[in-house]
């Protein structure tokens, strides 16, 4: 090799060594806006309502992680009791409280679930919102009672029982990472207490998730701020018996679910 072609060689050996040097320093490339393509996800009797971003999709922590529920494609029924002041009144149940008729028809509504949903309830009283029985299977002895137990005072914290409630088949939505269907189940027989307008609550859910919103107005007119036609699931009970029937309504849909085994 002469001298000309040692310089050649040398200046290759070189621009080689700074390519590789400029290679190992070049940013990753810019992100083009594109979903990295997820994996194909399992079918099942998912909600028939589009998700949306801010639903959940995957656990969030650790915590979640630990706790995702082995049965994915759940029902999820979660129940607010309107135990205020007014329910110890008669109103339209007849001989009954309407807190007694609202125990009977909701005992018969737990006894109708198929046995892989899970059932929850919360309950608002003059003790403000309060949790009862958190989501679960295997818990129909205990919901009942919960519901024996409760006992009406108070005013209709509809907008902060609403935000709790959806707060609840949120996380249930994240052990679930998503798939499943959501249930709030609503039984008042009152309008909002001043300040508690619910409006603001069901836009959220409305907007943010696939839960379905069910509210039983017992002994109360169609004109009710849960009645939202279009949005929300309004039935009006006009005695206890309606009461039941609109309740079972909410079951419908579920495929061991028959009229006959609503007692």
Known sequence: M????????LVAALAAALAA????QQPP??????PTAAPDKPKGPVSTRALTPQWPSVAQDKAEQAAIS????????YVVLDASGSMNEKGCSGEQNKIDAARVALNAFAESLPADAN?????FDVQGVREQLPLATGNRARFKAALANVHASGGTPLHSAITEGYAKLVAQGG??????????????DG???????????VKVLLERSPVVLHTIG????TAHSLNQPGRTIYRAADDPNQLRQHLSEVLAEAPTFTVTGFK
């Open 2 to 9: 002469n001298a000309r072609q040692a310089q050649y060689a």
């Open 218 to 221: 017992f002994c109360v007119c």
């Open 21 to 24: 040097v400029a290679c190992e």
């Open 175 to 188: 052990r679930q990472l998503g798939y499943g269907e959501y249930h709030l189940v609503v039984v008042t």
């Open 191 to 201: 309008e909002a207490s001043k300040g508690q307008d619910p409006s603001g609550a």
């Open 119 to 123: 059932l929850g309830l919360q309950v």
């Open 29 to 34: 490339p810019a992100a083009t806006g594109k």
């Open 70 to 77: 082995r049965d994915l494609f759940a029902r999820n029924y």
